[in-house]
Nanobody
């Protein structure tokens, strides 16, 4: 059974940084693409960043140059380094894994950017 557990969220001031982690279990981690999505209150869930099994990345335009996604296959963990955070980055952030066309999600971690 696939499980994704996020950590690292919290409250940060504008311009600050946070690093999210997502620990995966129950799958051959290195074989599947991973990613991060976010959902702000009253809005649809949106893509933040993806990373393929080969390490190719893509980002939402709103986070390019500020966020970096990475993965450690040995630790079965995917990370999201978030720098220069803005109030509009406030949302629940979800880890995502795609396995043979099926989507798996973590429980989410809250990120709040506020002074």
């Amino acid at each position: 059974q696939v499980q994704l557990v996020e950590s690292g969220g919290g409250l940060v001031q504008p311009g600050g940084s946070l690093r999210l982690s997502c620990a995966a279990s129950g799958s051959i981690f290195s074989m599947y693409p991973m990613g991060w999505y976010r959902q702000a209150p009253g809005k649809q869930r949106e893509l933040v960043a993806h990373i393929t099994t080969f390490g190719t990345t893509n980002y939402a335009d709103s986070v390019k140059g500020r966020f970096t996604i990475s993965r450690d296959n040995a630790k079965k963990t995917v990370y999201l380094q978030m720098n220069s955070l803005k109030p509009e980055d406030t949302a629940v952030y979800y880890c995502w894994e795609s396995i043979r066309g099926d989507d798996y999600w973590g429980q989410g971690t809250q990120v709040t950017v506020s002074s």
